[in-house]
């Protein structure tokens, strides 16, 4: 039986050099600090690592120090998606994901596949393999929305997609798949700013993006969600709601890593294309969590 996963996870940033290497000493911190703030489970490489940046073999790395420093201690779901369902196969099924407790895979992005399409596709990533599958909508950047209707038929018909991460910003849309969704299926946010509303709809907690620089706020602000105290959850997220906002002014990663800097967790580098926070909005990181 897989362990059902729940709470607040964290989608992991890459730390860099300033002569662009990845900084695995840097890593080794962050991962150590989630596993002792009790950080509910791990995404790696999805859309905050700056995945599409990275090679074979630092992918192939980062995962194995990872796993090995984490032992179990927590779950691990990882990225692996693209535009070629071959392509995601492959990987499925060559990659060493010993140690891996789940799947996370975003929609297939640039060629703008119809419905049906995205069907398929993850109904052939389904059967490739073991491992339970969650799946990932984030349109803004793949161009391409899941409608709920796809997703329950996913759902329905490919017993180990098992979840969804809802990062499209139409709260309507996600309370719709809730609504239609099997029981064994579950939703998390993909959006800091949505999670009350999405745990209070029945979703399950968030990856978090917020949750790679201070863990025990997001991970306060999810408890008290899942112990029914809406208004304690209500009350957290108006505290923390300008720095939800401010880390995605000038994009993700570059928001969350310059707040990272302000609080002395990593240093500020991101690989081409994408570049720092902009001074305005770095200054304003540092106005805000000074009301934490």
């Known amino acids: 039986m897989r362990k059902r996963l729940t709470g607040m996870g964290v989608a992991l940033v890459t730390p860099f050099t300033k002569n662009d290497e990845v900084d695995y000493a840097a890593l080794e911190k962050l991962v150590q600090m989630h596993i002792d703030c009790g950080t509910s489970f791990l995404c790696v490489q999805g859309t905050t690592a700056e995945t599409p940046t990275l090679t074979i073999e630092e992918k192939r790395e980062i995962r194995k120090r990872i796993i ?170 108006a505290k923390l709601n300008e720095l939800f906002q401010l880390i995605f002014v000038d994009g993700n990663p570059s928001g969350i890593k310059a707040l990272m800097e302000i609080i002395g967790l990593l240093d500020n580098n991101l690989r081409l294309p994408l570049v720092p926070a902009c001074d305005d909005t770095y200054s304003d990181l540092q106005q805000a969590i000074t009301f934490l």
Do not use: W
């Open 68 to 237: 090995k420093q984490v032992d179990g201690r927590m779950p691990i779901m990882l990225g692996i998606g693209g535009n070629c369902t071959r392509a995601v196969i492959n990987e499925l099924q060559t990659e060493d994901l010993t140690g891996v407790d789940a799947i996370l895979s975003v929609a297939p992005y640039y060629n703008k596949p119809v419905q049906e399409g995205i069907y398929q596709h993850y109904k052939a990533i389904a059967n490739a393999t073991d491992l339970p599958i969650y799946m990932y909508n984030v349109p803004g950047r793949t161009g391409v929305n899941i409608l709920p209707s796809t997703v329950v038929r996913v759902a329905n018909e490919c017993p180990n997609i098992v979840g969804y991460k809802a990062a499209s910003g139409n709260l309507a849309q996600v309370k719709e798949l809730i609504a239609k969704k099997p029981a064994h299926f579950d939703v998390f946010s993909g959006d800091d700013g949505l999670t009350v509303d999405i745990m209070e709809a029945g979703g399950v907690g968030v990856i978090s993006v917020f949750g790679n620089a201070f863990p025990t706020l997001m991970t306060r602000l999810v408890r008290a969600m899942q112990e029914g105290r809406v208004s304690d959850a209500r009350d957290q997220h």
